[in-house]
């Protein structure tokens, strides 16, 4: 660099300057896209749309965010409740049953569905205009 004049060292600085401002800018519109994909995955979530299912998810996680019990959920799926199938994720079940992630993502949405029907559990969903991250409403009564 010491062979190059002021005004060109001043206009690489700029140059590099220009490519840091564009690194940032890419990097927080991304830092903002995925903070709103992760409310809006939260908020299915805290309304148990089981849409919410995705193949990082164990069949104990599952069980536990849709209230269903494990073991309908291991039978739906024709596996057996055993320490290993546990703690395998949907994608390993998936590929275990030689099937598509789909199909098995999809026939435990069908389940808790029929689940929930059988049991008369009704899906919560929120209030139009009301933030599922906001707390309840309390009436008042005189």
């Not at 060292?9 to 401002?21: D, E, G, I």
């Not at 409310?39 to 269903?68: G, L």
């Not at 024709?78 to 098995?104: C, F, G, S, Y």
Request: proline fraction near 8%; include cysteine; charge should be positive.
């Amino acid at each position: 660099m010491a062979h190059l004049s002021e005004r060109a060292r001043l206009a690489l600085l700029c140059l590099l300057l220009l490519v840091m401002l564009g690194v940032l800018a890419f990097a927080a519109v991304n830092t903002v896209q995925a903070v709103k994909n992760f409310q809006h995955q939260y908020s299915a979530v805290r309304s148990q749309d089981v849409s919410a299912i995705h193949p990082w998810m164990t069949i104990h996680v599952v069980s536990h965010i849709y209230h269903v019990p494990e073991t309908y959920l291991y039978k739906t799926l024709n596996l057996p409740d055993t320490p290993a199938t546990r703690h395998m994720t949907l994608d390993t079940i998936a590929h275990h049953k030689k099937q598509p992630i789909t199909q098995v993502i999809s026939t435990l949405q069908q389940a808790i569905v029929r689940y929930r029907k059988m049991h008369h559990i009704p899906t919560p969903t929120p209030a139009p205009g009301i933030s599922p991250h906001a707390p309840p409403q309390r009436r008042v009564t005189s």
